[in-house]
């Protein structure tokens, strides 16, 4: 039987963590469109295609952007160690800004740390710490939140709210102005320290036949001064939406 449980791993996206649904089943292949608004001066929302690669089995899985293995697994538990592809970039050929246009660019980068989640009958509460591998923020994050589903026929929708910590690498890797970008940009200097971010998400599942299903996935998130304070910021909050469709085998 066919049905939807909210991931306890999750795509990373630029300013956070969205959740993904996945099915119990061992494979679910497709094709998705994340959309993700800009926090950056003169930057605009950018469109990131990628296909859904499901995958969970007894000892490991993939999820997409994030994969694992498990260390305990049952009905109600999981804990795995997990990697995270995080597309969180800035790029200053990007942006209308004059300013930004000077500064260094700031790269996508690999995660990887723990995931645990407990599903009971009152809801799902799940947990992400991962740390930059790739050393270009040598930074690390902290993602929180409980979601709660509810089955009308073969609709599922599960709100969540939640918050992530980034660290202050983290927030300093893409937020930051070095003293070097300072003096080209003509910009302020800024060193960010670590911050929580709190965010409401919605996901809607669409179970179209016994195989094929549809899925749309909304976050807010909220900036931490630590990141509305950055001179390259001109946003209080981001928004990003995720659809997508995909077949089960």
Known sequence: MNYFKVSALAVLLPCGLIALPAHANPLTLGASVIYSQSPYKGGEGRYYPFPIVNYDGDSFYIHSLSAGYYLWKDPANQLSLTLLGSPQNFD???????????????????????????????????????????????????????????????????????????????????????????????????????????????????????????????????????????????NNSQVTVWTGISYTF
């Open 92 to 234: 200053p050929d990007d942006t209308k800004d004059k300013r930004l246009k000077a500064l260094d660019k700031r790269h996508m980068t690999m995660m990887g740390g723990l995931s645990y989640s407990h599903t009971a009958d009152w809801g799902i509460v799940r947990t992400v710490l991962a740390g930059d591998l790739l050393d270009n923020s040598d930074g690390f994050i902290w993602d929180l939140s409980y979601l709660y589903r509810f089955q009308f026929g073969d609709v599922t929708l599960t709100p969540g709210i939640g918050a992530l910590y980034s660290s202050d690498n983290q927030n300093d890797y893409y937020y930051g102005v070095s003293k070097s970008e300072s003096r080209r940009s003509g910009l302020n200097s800024y060193e960010a320290d670590g911050s929580w971010n709190p965010y409401l998400e919605l996901t809607a599942a669409y179970s179209i036949n016994q195989n094929w299903n549809a899925t749309l996935s909304g976050r807010y998130t909220r900036l931490s001064s630590e990141v509305k304070d950055s001179p390259m910021v001109d």
